[in-house]
């Protein structure tokens, strides 16, 4: 009974240890090789697996996913027999885990020596120069050959690197001078070419400012010269209208300009500060004779027409005109003597300021008032008029304001 105990429990372990031997599970990014009585026979993916315990087992565990290969540095004679020093590395992928396993003994060392192998070849067929500028030439002439070469053993080849070109010091020391010379030498070109354009810039804005200079010159030029010419053809048209009236009027026109400049020059003793009463001689006659000439203004300036009619300058009429003054307000009062009334000369008009003709001594504003025989004029500071009567027995006042 015993026995037959032992018996079944050994059979019950054999049937586990069988279990266990059989079953076989892959991990992910992994393929196994199934080799049965040593042959292969397939390749096991990712998951659970059942095998023949004793008769198949796993040969080789292939890493499918990408892997990366670093090739130590090698020390490489170039074209122009340069001694450089380079580092690489190689990407590569298992494609098919039984050629991997089973195409090439040491996967990893046969890709190590063909890649240097092949390195040294690219390399030593290009002088220093391009082996430092062609980096990626280099990484495309070996990829093309390590992958052709690798194709066999179910690899693929993703990309070669070259990581570091040492030259030989002095090289280096050579190529750092040479650089900082080019540097130097693009500097120095740099601010020539600056200090050239900024030469040139400033050169055009001088020039382009003498120009609007002259320009402007130019046209402040033409434009005085348009304008003394205006000024001439104006004083020339004028010059022929005094001609003109002259030769058409005779002495009349010329006692009237010269009426106007005494008026003016008249008013500006008025305005001034010192002498704000003006008076002036009992005899117009020798008023006028003492200014030289003027003696026939009034006569000129009114026609020598006796009468008492207001209007523009020929066409006013007086009687009388025995004195005259000028008003700060720029006219002139004349006293009519034997018209009984005071005329105002503004601006070539002349108007009765005060007066009908009637002859009477009578206080009123305009025509209102009455005068009989005003004489003599005398003008206060004030603007007030003073006027005698010469049969009127009277001395007068006379505001140019309505009360």
């Known amino acids: 009974m015993l026995g037959g105990s032992l018996v079944l429990i050994l059979l019950v372990l054999l049937v586990v240890l069988f279990l266990i031997m059989g079953v076989r599970?892959?991990?992910?990014?992994?393929v196994y090789t199934i080799e049965r009585l040593g042959k292969f026979t397939m390749a096991a993916e990712p998951g659970l697996h059942l095998i023949i315990p004793f008769i198949d087992r796993v040969g080789h565990k292939i890493n499918m996913m990408e892997q990366v290969?670093?090739?130590?540095?090698?020390?490489?004679?170039?074209?122009?027999?340069?001694?450089?020093?380079?580092d690489a590395v190689v990407f590569f992928q298992v494609l098919d885990a039984g050629k991997a396993a089973y195409e090439v003994s040491g996967l990893h060392n046969a890709i190590l020596a063909l890649t240097t192998t092949n390195l040294r070849t690219v390399m030593g067929s290009m002088d220093l120069d391009e082996t430092l500028s062609k980096r990626d030439e280099i990484n495309a002439r070996l990829l093309s050959v390590v992958d052709h070469a690798t194709s066999p053993w179910g690899i693929k080849i993703t990309r070669v690197e070259i990581k570091?070109?040492?030259?030989?010091?002095?090289?280096?020391?050579?190529?750092?001078?040479?650089?900082?010379?080019?540097?130097?030498?693009?500097?120095?070109?740099?601010?020539?070419?600056?200090?050239?354009?900024?030469r040139i810039l400033r050169a055009e804005g001088e020039k382009q400012s003498a120009i609007?200079?002259?320009?402007?010159?130019?046209?402040?030029?033409?434009?005085d010269a348009e304008a003394r010419e205006r000024a001439a053809e104006a004083e020339a048209k004028a010059t022929q209208m005094v001609s003109d009236a002259i030769a058409?009027?005779?002495?009349?026109?010329?006692?009237?300009?010269?009426?106007?400049?005494?008026?003016?020059?008249?008013?500006?003793?008025?305005d001034s500060p010192n002498?704000?009463?003006?008076?002036?001689?009992?005899?117009?006659?020798?008023?006028?004779?003492?200014?030289?000439?003027?003696?026939?203004?009034?006569?000129?300036?009114?026609?020598?027409?006796?009468?008492?009619?207001?209007?523009?300058?020929?066409?006013?009429?007086?009687?009388?005109?025995?004195?005259?003054a000028m008003h700060p307000l720029g006219g002139l009062i004349v006293t009519d003597l034997e018209g009984h009334v005071l005329r105002w000369i503004a601006g070539g008009e002349t108007s009765t300021l005060s007066g009908t003709g009637e002859k009477a001594v009578l206080d009123g504003w305009g025509e209102a008032g009455k005068h009989?025989?005003?004489?003599?004029?005398?003008?206060?500071?004030?603007?007030?008029?003073?006027?005698?009567?010469?049969?009127?027995?009277?001395?007068?006042?006379?505001?140019?304001?309505?009360?």
């Open 25 to 30: 599970v892959v991990k992910q990014g992994f």
């Open 69 to 86: 290969l670093d090739i130590p540095g090698q020390e490489i004679i170039t074209k122009d027999n340069a001694m450089v020093g380079v």
């Open 164 to 198: 570091d070109i040492r030259p030989p010091r002095d090289i280096s020391e050579a190529m750092a001078r040479q650089m900082k010379a080019e540097r130097l030498k693009r500097a120095e070109i740099l601010e020539a070419e600056g200090d050239r354009q900024s």
């Open 212 to 223: 609007l200079k002259a320009e402007g010159a130019r046209e402040s030029a033409f434009r």
């Open 248 to 270: 058409g009027s005779g002495n009349q026109a010329i006692n009237y300009f010269i009426a106007q400049e005494y008026t003016k020059a008249v008013g500006k003793f008025a």
């Open 275 to 324: 002498a704000k009463t003006i008076l002036f001689p009992v005899e117009a006659t020798q008023l006028i004779g003492s200014l030289g000439g003027i003696g026939e203004l009034i006569k000129g300036t009114f026609d020598g027409v006796e009468g008492t009619v207001d209007g523009p300058n020929l066409e006013a009429q007086f009687q009388y005109p025995f004195d005259l």
């Open 372 to 403: 009989s025989y005003p004489h003599s004029l005398a003008i206060d500071e004030k603007g007030l008029v003073y006027v005698t009567e010469h049969q009127g027995y009277a001395l007068r006042t006379i505001t140019l304001t309505a009360p």
